[in-house]
């Protein structure tokens, strides 16, 4: 599992392969893989593979609702602003007219029908915000699941399950562990910021940056 991506390519590959990621393992994305950092298609070229594998779990977060929201409408400011200009640029396309041509129908499906907005296990509930304690995944609105952030202690789902989030980036960029919900934004895309990479199994933490160094993590326990 690893948090927002943010188009950074170098430190994907590089926290992927310090973990030991391989053809056994299924990777679960918490959403945000795209915008800001300077390789938002590699970022997807890499992620379509896998799931075409049947290797990852991809979770919708903010940034690919704005996308999908620019593409359906033509209105565009809120995401180009909010790093969709970089993503436009790793696709060799300036803004002009036609950037909608820029991405697609693999791309375009990949975010619209692929991504989705939650995902639980028998032990995890992963969403790329935030979840509302006591409402179903099903009810959950759009605003918490997509938007909210958290600088205070979260409350504890009522399922009694582990919540595992992104979008908030941490203080320190190193993730924080609350006993009933795990927070994974570790700023990749910032310059002193790091990409994290979690084994479930073993809560083992793995970071990478956008220079592809490598760092073992810590916990900060809350």
């Known amino acids: 599992m690893v948090g927002d991506i943010h188009g950074c390519s170098t ?12 053809g056994n393992d299924k990777l679960i994305t918490l959403g945000d893989m795209i915008d800001r950092g300077p390789d938002t298609r590699g970022v997807l070229d890499f992620l379509i593979r896998l799931l075409s594998e049947g290797r990852l779990i991809p979770i919708r977060g903010n940034h690919e609702v704005m ?18 200009m970089q993503t436009l ?43 509302e304690a006591g409402l179903s995944l099903s009810d959950q609105p759009h605003s918490t699941l997509f938007w909210s952030d958290y600088n205070l202690a979260p409350a504890p789902h009522f399922s009694g399950k582990t919540s595992i989030h992104g979008h908030t980036v941490v203080s320190g960029y190193q993730p924080m562990a609350w006993p009933h919900a795990w927070f994974l934004d570790t700023g990749a895309y910032l310059p002193d910021g790091w990409l994290s990479c979690v084994d479930i199994a ?20 809350v």
């Open 11 to 22: 430190a994907l590959e590089a926290v992927l392969g310090a973990s030991g990621f391989d």
């Open 67 to 84: 996308m999908r929201n620019a593409f359906d409408s033509g209105r565009d400011s809120q995401w180009l602003a909010s790093g969709g």
């Open 89 to 131: 640029e790793s696709f060799g396309l300036a803004f002009n007219k036609e950037w909608r041509s820029c991405l697609t129908k693999d791309y375009r499906s990949f975010i619209v029908h692929d991504c989705l907005d939650y995902w639980e296990d028998e032990r995890f509930i992963f969403t790329h915000a935030g979840l």
């Open 202 to 221: 073993t809560g083992n933490i793995w970071q990478a940056n956008q220079r592809g160094a490598i760092r073992q993590a810590q916990w900060t326990l």
